[in-house]
């Protein structure tokens, strides 16, 4: 059972708010992922950190920011939030090659 | 780039038999595969994963063939449970160290 997790595990907020989803990870893995997924649908990568002070954007970064100051933090920062954000957020984080997800963040932007 | 895709969206299976859950790739750099399992409400999990040097490995219950040459890859089930019923994914990587690509996902549903 991997030590993933996310806060918080369902959110509904209105359009232009700032939003920040957690996530957190145990295993001192040095890489972290975000990804976007709609409900039954495939995960698109967002943002992943292959250690502390290092980002990179994947396919749908352009709307949020991440940070990764600490090994087993990376936080997912939504600026403005509109209803087009309202998914399902997966964080994950690995060693070598699997992946290890946390349960996720459902958004709903209203 | 990298593109993963899966044959059905969905594929329902009576309890006891195999389900065979199949899926394609386009990178032949591709060097490693992985399954994972989401049912709902949750993060996916690891069922198996297999490096390119491999054409088949075995789990419990779960067996993931590669071929290369046509660049397919898939999971079979065996004795198929309703604990069974979820989406699956695979999931591709170039060479290298870049991040997993996921297929759309295949529904699986068991009959009691």
């Known amino acids: 059972e991997a030590d993933i997790y996310q806060t918080p595990r369902y959110l509904v907020i209105g359009t232009g708010k700032k939003i920040t989803l957690e996530c957190s990870q145990t295993?001192?893995?040095?890489?972290m992922y975000w990804y976007q997924q709609d409900p039954g649908m495939e995960l698109h990568l967002i943002h992943y950190?292959?250690?502390?002070?290092?980002?990179e954007k994947g396919d749908l970064s352009s709307e949020s920011t991440v940070s990764r100051i600490r090994t087993e933090h990376f936080p997912l920062t939504l600026e403005s939030a509109r209803p087009s954000h309202t998914s399902q957020y997966l964080c994950?984080?690995?060693?070598?090659?699997?992946?290890?997800f946390g349960p996720g963040t459902r958004l709903t932007v209203t | 780039g990298e593109s993963v895709g899966l044959h059905l969206p969905t594929l329902s299976v009576q309890e006891g038999d195999n389900s065979i859950i199949n899926c394609a790739y386009s990178?032949?750099?591709?060097?490693?595969f992985i399954w994972y399992k989401q049912e709902s409400g949750k993060g996916p999990q690891f069922i198996i994963d297999?490096?390119?040097?491999?054409d088949k490995r075995q789990g419990q219950r779960v067996t993931v063939l590669l071929n290369k040459t046509v660049k397919h890859l898939s999971l079979q089930i065996a004795a198929t449970q309703p604990g069974d019923s979820a989406v699956y994914f695979c999931?591709?990587?170039?060479?290298?160290?870049?991040?997993?690509?996921f297929g759309k996902g295949t529904r699986l549903s068991v009959i009691a």
């Open positions: 994950a984080s690995s060693e070598r090659t699997e992946q290890y």
């Open positions: 297999i490096r390119s040097n491999m």
């Open positions: 295993m001192g893995h040095d890489k």
């Open positions: 999931a591709t990587r170039d060479s290298g160290n870049t991040p997993l690509v």
């Open positions: 990178n032949s750099a591709s060097d490693y």
């Open positions: 950190s292959y250690g502390v002070n290092s980002t």
